[in-house]
């Protein structure tokens, strides 16, 4: 295995145990990954710049909420998660629906699993040129682009255009990516333009369907897009822990683990 991409795997899990019991010393984690306190040192020193945990003296303690930051398109990955999340996203889209789609790799995920699903007769709004292109390419459905500007090294395009594009038309169901999501302040994103495109979509959509990996739970961004209990489901994956289970079973949000 690639040394960097076993450091991305442990890092994730580092996160992933904090969260769970709250607290961990360096000795422990070092001796459950078998490496060096140093190097377990220095995993907490990035996580903890990135704002997922929080050092103290010989170890690290959970962050009460954590902070995401966005990623360019090529950084982030196409998870077993996504895929999993995604799948579970299809059964609830219907015959001759008509479906907004969001832009991000979790929606892409959708994309991909969407046009090897037996439905036939759909109609699709999205302003993610390689979502419209991919569906167009690969099925019959009908698919509508709302024009913008494309953003620079992303494959959507954005601006005040595009939000009062969409003013204009009334959908189904809407598939949502979120950065972040935190049971008090609900769902989030670091760009601000990005929240208000995903907060128009919630606005012309009858069903509002979050796609949220259970690494982006108990975090938040720098702009919120929708509160915690707006959208009608939210599909995670199996790692959610029970505490964060417990947490969105007091919201009135169906919760769906993929």
Request: hydrophobic share 35%; charged share 25%; aromatic share 6%.
């Amino acid at each position: 295995m690639d040394d960097q991409l076993y450091a991305e795997e442990r890092k994730q899990s580092i996160v992933k145990i904090v969260n769970e019991k709250h607290r961990m010393q360096v000795t422990e984690l070092a001796e459950l990954f078998n490496v060096t306190g140093s190097t377990i040192r220095n995993d907490l020193r990035e996580l903890e710049n990135e704002g997922l945990v929080t050092r103290t003296h010989g170890g690290v303690i959970k962050r009460e909420f954590q902070r995401s930051v966005e990623t360019i398109p090529k950084n982030r990955a196409f998870t077993n998660e996504k895929y999993r999340i995604a799948e579970r996203a299809v059964r609830l889209i219907e015959e001759n629906d008509i479906l907004a789609i969001d832009t991000g790799t979790s929606c892409r995920a959708f994309a991909e699993k969407l046009i090897n699903s037996p439905l036939k007769h759909l109609t699709i709004l999205t302003y993610d040129l390689e979502i419209a292109l991919l569906i167009s390419e690969k099925t019959n459905y009908q698919v509508q682009v709302i024009g913008g500007t494309i953003r620079n090294g992303y494959p959507y395009v954005s601006g005040s255009s595009v939000a009062l594009g969409l003013a204009g038309f009334s959908v189904d169901k809407v598939i949502l990516g979120t950065t972040s999501f935190d049971k008090n302040y609900g769902h989030s994103t670091p760009n601000y333009e990005t929240a208000e495109m995903k907060k128009s979509l919630i606005n012309i959509s009858r069903i509002k369907i979050v796609l949220c990996e259970s690494n982006k739970i108990n975090q938040r961004s720098f702009k919120q897009f929708a509160t915690p209990d707006e959208c009608d489901y939210l599909i995670t994956d199996s790692q959610i822990t029970k505490e964060q289970q417990t947490d969105i079973g007091g919201l009135n949000v169906n919760v769906l683990i993929a």
